[in-house]
């Protein structure tokens, strides 16, 4: 559509500086819960945290390449 030609370079270097933050946040996690002695409501919250850490990586690395193919 042409649309992000209209956006400034600057604004699309924030954007992209957000989104790193991002994707090297959901890199340094591993979903992988901790003791054993934890019991499985804090397991299933840590797992549940971790996921969603991930998956805000993977939507911005998605982003990103949209961002870097368009462009």
């Known amino acids: 559509m042409g649309v992000t030609d209209s956006i400034p370079a600057e ?28 019991d499985e409501d804090a397991d299933k919250l840590w797992l549940e945290l971790t996921m969603e850490r991930v ?13 870097l193919v368009r462009k």
């Open 11 to 38: 604004k699309i270097t924030k954007l992209l500086g957000i989104l790193e933050l991002n994707i090297r946040d959901g890199s340094k996690v591993s979903p992988i819960a901790g003791d054993e002695d934890d």
């Open 55 to 67: 998956m805000r990586a993977a939507d911005s690395s998605l982003t990103v390449l949209h961002i």
